[in-house]
């Protein structure tokens, strides 16, 4: 499902992309806090309108590296440039349940960025549509959900509007999958309209969508470096349609079904109630969804459920260090696929 983000906020409202400039840059940056080495060495750079994705496990730096790139920390070594323009966008991991109602703590960070009250108050209203908070607008942050509290936390970080820099630590954890599709979906948007986002995130969904290298750190150190290119290795999702058709069309033969774009498998299932009609499960790619839909409608069928199986992006196996694609289960390879040591973002090796 795609969701249409278009015209969120008016144009004279946003902030205009600088397309001369490079974004942001992180060379050599370490951070110790305590006794620990949180972070090592490490080398980013994200263009305007490129999102980086950050992944490893608890403990890999990823929250700190989102602190030092938000100002609330201080690299010990290394340098940060910023050559972009706009406001800058900061969820954190875990909203505090301060004592305001949803609506009350939105208004006040809203005027502390000095977004001017009739065009704080519509985006409000844009945004809780947008993410479905409803009466949650009216209530205490303490009585939230912790998937409501989270929907909070991002739209005071998306008040500014596009353009920019955006800073989000896991923005998906804890939402339904109507509100996830909603921010991946606005996410998109505003990469086109050049706001660089920077997340640390292990769903999929996003990674898949927006994610022009993804990071992964293991120890406060950068393990792996993977392009847009290598995430797209992975195959695409699958769809799982069941549609309900006349008997008599024996769809699993119609060559010109099959070979279709985006139909992977037809299956006929078991008869219904209805003597002359039967359960169809396909699968589809994700992208020829919609085309499968409606051929469906269009002979006549009626669609009973659709459902999106597995993601093809191993997150196990990427946390590991392993390609995008890489099957953990099978440690399968695809023969195309040549697997590359690890590279700083100057193209340097990584030890």
């Not at 290298?213 to 393990?223: A, D, N, S, T």
Request: glycine content about 10%; charged content about 25%; aromatic content about 4%.
């Amino acid at each position: 499902m795609t969701w249409s983000t278009r015209g969120l906020f008016k144009k004279s409202d946003q902030a205009t992309p600088d397309s001369s400039g490079r974004g942001i840059l992180l060379q050599q940056v370490s951070k110790r806090l305590g006794t620990a080495q949180v972070l090592n060495q490490i080398n980013l750079e994200v263009k305007q309108g490129e999102c980086a994705v950050l992944v490893g496990r608890n403990g890999s730096g990823k929250s700190t590296l989102l602190r030092i790139l938000g100002g609330s920390l201080l690299p010990d070594t290394g340098s940060i440039q910023r050559t972009m323009k706009g406001s800058d966008g900061y969820a954190v991991d875990g909203l505090p349940r301060l004592p305001f109602t949803s609506g009350e703590y939105l208004w006040d960070m809203g005027r502390i960025r000095g977004i001017r009250p009739e065009i704080l108050r519509e985006r409000i209203r844009e945004l809780s549509e947008l993410l479905y908070l409803d009466t949650a607008i009216d209530q205490k942050l303490p009585l939230l959900s912790k998937g409501t509290l989270q929907k909070v936390n991002l739209i005071q970080a998306l008040l500014p509007g596009p353009g920019g820099l955006l800073l989000l630590d896991e923005p998906l954890s804890g939402l339904d999958i109507p509100a996830q599709e909603a921010v991946v979906s606005l996410l998109g948007q505003w990469k086109v309209e050049g706001t660089s986002i920077i997340t640390a995130c292990h769903e999929p969904l996003l990674i898949e969508r927006l994610a022009d290298q993804v990071v992964v750190l293991k120890k406060g150190r950068v393990l792996r470096y993977w392009s847009r290119e290598d995430v797209l290795q992975a195959d695409e999702p699958v769809v799982h349609i069941q549609s309900l058709m006349e008997a008599e069309e024996d769809l699993a033969n119609d060559l010109s079904i099959l070979k279709q774009s985006g139909v992977l498998s037809l299956v006929r299932n078991t008869s219904s109630e209805k003597s002359n009609s039967w359960m169809w499960d396909w699968k589809v790619s994700q992208k020829s969804t919609d085309d499968v839909l409606r051929m469906i409608l269009a002979s006549g069928g009626s669609v009973v459920s659709v459902q999106q199986e597995e993601s093809q992006l191993h997150m196990e196996s990427l946390l590991e260090g392993q390609h995008p694609a890489v099957c953990s289960s099978r440690g399968v390879v695809p023969e195309s696929m040549g697997l590359t040591p690890p590279m700083d973002a100057e193209g340097r090796k990584v030890q």
